[in-house]
């Protein structure tokens, strides 16, 4: 219960196009989702987050859409730019928790 | 900006012998945290400290592993006599605490240690 399912593993966008990496998760409890971005040999930095009484957020490209009836929330990248090529980790808290419940990871990668 | 700064980088070590990882948290953060990541899978959470005791662990923290901040700047994590399985990047975070809802959950990481344990 305590899982965060994400998809897919790995994603090949075209310069300009929209990336779409989806999560779900199962513990009613969870209560703030941020998404971390992570580039190779760098530690995950936090990219953009949502609370549950909203239904979207938006912050220049990047897009959180949360579904709270269906428990799932996604991040959709908007013009995605080779600079945007990273691992994509959603996660999941208790609003003030301490633990950070990860998803498996998104390898993104833009060709131009 | 600041930052999480973390050392060594990378660590190589032989099974059984301790090692100690080095963390210096963002410098009015109130809480702390360790998480791992074994090559190719998740982020998964270790330990979190804060008013200088644990306040929650997850089951990977076995009494092979503690933590310490054994002054104003720095937190350790030890490993007592490291397994093959040990081997992973290990991510120290931090986080201000505050009343901010905005603010509150934002969890700071460091660019992480390798540790390879031989």
């Known amino acids: 219960q305590q899982q965060v399912k994400q998809s897919p593993q790995s994603l090949i966008v075209q310069k300009g196009g929209i990336s779409i990496i989806n999560c779900a998760y199962e513990n009613t409890a969870f209560d703030y989702f941020p998404w971390y971005q992570q580039f190779p040999g760098k530690g995950p930095a936090l990219l953009i987050a949502?609370?549950?009484?909203?239904s979207e957020k938006k912050e220049g490209r990047f897009t959180i859409s949360f579904n709270k009836s269906a428990k799932q929330f996604s991040l959709h990248i908007m013009d995605s730019q080779p600079g945007d090529s990273a691992t994509y980790f959603c996660a999941a808290s208790r609003q003030g928790g301490n633990k950070l419940t990860f998803g498996t990871g998104t390898q993104l990668k833009v060709e131009l | 900006e600041p930052e999480v700064t973390q050392t060594p980088s990378h660590q190589v070590t032989q099974m059984g012998q301790e090692v100690i990882l080095r963390c210096v948290p963002i410098?009015?953060?109130?809480?702390f945290y360790w998480y791992r990541q074994i090559l190719g899978q998740k982020v998964e959470f270790l330990v979190s400290?804060?008013?200088?005791?644990?306040?929650?662990k997850s089951e990977i923290f076995d009494d092979q592993f503690s933590v310490e901040r054994p002054d104003g700047s720095n937190f350790t994590l030890k490993i007592r006599s490291t397994k093959l399985e040990d081997s992973a990047m290990y991510f120290c975070a931090s986080k201000y605490g505050t009343s901010n809802p905005l603010a509150k959950n934002i969890q700071y990481f460091g660019a992480g240690t390798r540790l390879s344990v031989l």
């Open positions: 949502i609370r549950p009484d909203v």
């Open positions: 410098s009015n953060h109130l809480y």
């Open positions: 400290f804060y008013n200088n005791e644990i306040s929650e």
